[in-house]
């Protein structure tokens, strides 16, 4: 017989497999797919492309992996292949007219909530891990074996693990957020593209208004720092353990009031 | 009066929805017993709101709604007890009728081997096992119409809803439809069927709600309303391939007023009798072997209905 709390777990896990099917297999998971690919396309073109002379010194690897990865993994794809995955998570089937079904199964909407942002959090972590990891060894691997070596190290090794934690913890950060804008805007893109101009002026506001963006704690996990510019405004780096709880209440907290606006969740797909 | 807690009534107390400045509907009250109560009015009438907010797809703006003792506010319990099949015709992309419906009774709590015997029981009972593994995006409307109403009745509710059920389906469709309506409404539970077509909820109702601009403007026993219906002639609207021919055989019933041949395939008729009429429709169709692509009620016929029972109902009274 099903106890209560086995249907919950049961409805949740049954959820997030839907959505990860969503997220993975359908057609609109292409714009997400091209997206991780960018990356992968410009470091397979730096890769056939770099001098002779840089395929000698694999010392730069680290630093380039390093900018490649705050300025573009990190600030574009991982923050836009969120975007894509979890405002869909509501918004989409809003769009497709089809989340009445959900709503018409004996769900409470907090368990609603939280099998959609699972299952929203598992894809992405598993697209952008991927990409990640690929995206470090294309930087490598160009170099031959010094490249090979640096990367296989033990400080390599540490320090790729160091990024995947960024990708999963901003997974868990944007995802929240934009779970939440999908249930409250009808083109929440909008709002992802302000709180994107927000993320990357951080570097330049004073540290007071730096601790209202998520980047300000993601990059506290980064093994190697890199240089913002002459602009930027340096602040002392946020403890690892701080950073991880400002980002698990923030998220927490995200998902809280997402689950506040879906019990209020009409279905009147006309107005949308 | 029927507490809110009454755990066999559908209840609403007061209840009114505005969209914005827009009325949904105003100041409803009523309580549906069990059976198969047909909701009557034209579109826009507020029909699909009463259903919504019956199963909290919308919430009201004023008063209070409790369907068996449960509020629509828990849907984690409501939908224990009710299935609704609505008036979208969208599908989930990707999804066969089988996996839509297993994917709905895995929410319900059934386990992989419960929620396979139930989809393919539903998707017997609506006629759509063969299509049980084709995608709902190749369906017809009318199979679109049948999964439908096989996702809103597979976890075996108290409660069932349904908005324009009917629509869409072929003759054959509808009867069989009209049957599992029946049979569902004879083991006790409660049948709320829309419909803008008012013979059909006539034919299967045992009570009738009829709204228009979003208020009650009639409620109640078949008979009680049915009697105001038949002092005017209803409008059907046929469309067949031999219009001439429907028309020659219908001018024999007592009960025809007028009919008119419409443009080359249109045939309106003014009949007193609906029932009678559609019974002797179906005859002449079999006997003629005429091919009719739609029957429907002309607007007109909808509108002279509401304007005799608003006419003679001020204030809201049930008929």
């Not at chain 1, 995955?85 to 199964?105: D, M, N, P, W």
């Not at chain 1, 010094?146 to 540490?158: D, K, N, P, T």
């Not at chain 2, 929805?17 to 105003?26: P, Q």
Request: aromatic share 8%.
């Amino acid at each position: 017989m099903t106890t209560p709390s086995n249907l919950l777990q049961r409805q949740a896990i049954t959820l997030a497999r839907h959505e990860i099917r969503r997220s993975l297999f359908s057609r609109r998971s292409l714009s997400v797919y091209l997206l991780v690919a960018m990356p992968l396309a410009l470091m397979l073109l730096r890769a056939l492309f770099m001098p002779g002379s840089m395929r000698a010194d694999a010392t730069h690897a680290t630093t380039e992996f390093a900018e490649v990865f705050h300025f573009f993994l990190l600030r574009f794809v991982v923050f836009f292949a969120n975007a894509l995955i979890f405002v869909r998570l509501f918004r989409g089937e809003i769009l497709e007219k089809s989340l009445h079904y959900t709503l018409l199964a004996p769900l409470h909407r907090t368990v609603l909530v939280l099998g959609k942002y699972l299952g929203g959090v598992l894809s992405a972590t598993l697209i952008l891990v991927i990409t990640t990891m690929l995206t470090y060894v294309l930087v490598y691997l160009p170099h031959g074996a010094a490249g090979r070596q640096l990367m296989l190290s033990g400080a390599g090794i540490a320090s790729l693990a160091s990024y995947l934690v960024i990708v999963v913890l901003a997974c868990f950060a944007y995802g929240a957020l934009f779970m939440l804008a999908g249930l409250f805007f009808k083109n929440p893109m909008v709002p992802a593209i302000v709180f994107l101009g927000w993320e990357t002026l951080t570097p330049f506001l004073p540290t007071f208004l730096k601790v209202l963006s998520f980047v300000h704690y993601l990059v506290s996990f980064a093994p190697v720092p890199v240089n913002l510019g002459a602009f930027a405004l340096l602040a002392q780096p946020v403890p690892w353990w701080v950073a991880l709880v400002a980002l698990s209440v923030s998220s927490a907290a995200l998902v809280f009031v997402a689950s506040r606006v879906a019990r209020r969740l009409e279905v009147t797909y006309s107005a949308d | 009066m029927t507490s809110l807690q009454s755990s066999d009534r559908i209840v609403f107390r007061d209840v009114s929805k505005f969209y914005g400045e827009v009325l949904g509907v105003n100041k409803v009250n009523l309580e549906v017993a069990p059976g198969l109560t047909g909701l009557v009015g034209p579109n826009g009438s507020g029909k699909s709101t009463l259903m919504h907010l019956m199963t909290g797809l919308l919430r009201p703006s004023r008063g209070e709604i409790s369907v068996c003792g449960v509020s629509p506010d828990r849907p984690e319990q409501l939908f224990h007890l009710v299935g609704y099949c609505t008036q979208y015709d969208n599908f989930p992309n990707g999804s066969t009728g089988l996996s839509f419906l297993r994917f709905a009774l895995a929410l319900h709590g059934y386990s992989k081997h419960e929620a396979d015997e139930r989809a393919w029981a539903a998707l017997a009972r609506v006629g759509l096992s063969d299509a049980a593994n084709r995608r709902i995006a190749g369906y017809s409307k009318g199979m679109r119409q049948r999964i439908k109403l096989a996702h809103a009745h597979c976890h075996d509710p108290r409660v069932l809803v349904l908005d324009e059920p009917l629509n869409g389906l072929d003759p054959m469709g509808r009867a069989e439809m009209i049957d599992l309506f029946t049979d569902l409404a004879k083991e006790g539970r409660h049948i709320i069927v829309s419909s803008h077509i008012l013979h059909e909820v006539d034919v299967i109702s045992d009570g009738v709600i009829m709204i228009h601009g979003g208020a009650i403007v009639a409620e109640g026993g078949i008979r009680e309303v049915r009697g105001e219906i038949t002092s005017h002639p209803i409008q059907v609207l046929i469309r067949c391939d031999q219009p001439h021919v429907v028309a020659s055989r219908i001018f024999e019933l007592e009960h025809i007023v007028e009919a008119r041949i419409i443009e080359r395939d249109g045939l309106l008729v003014r009949t007193r009798d609906a029932a009678d009429f559609f019974t002797q429709f179906n005859r002449i169709v079999i006997d003629t072997g005429v091919v009719v692509e739609t029957v429907a009620p002309a607007d007109e016929s909808v509108h002279a209905v509401y304007d005799y029972l608003i006419g003679e109902g001020q204030g809201g009274g049930s008929a």
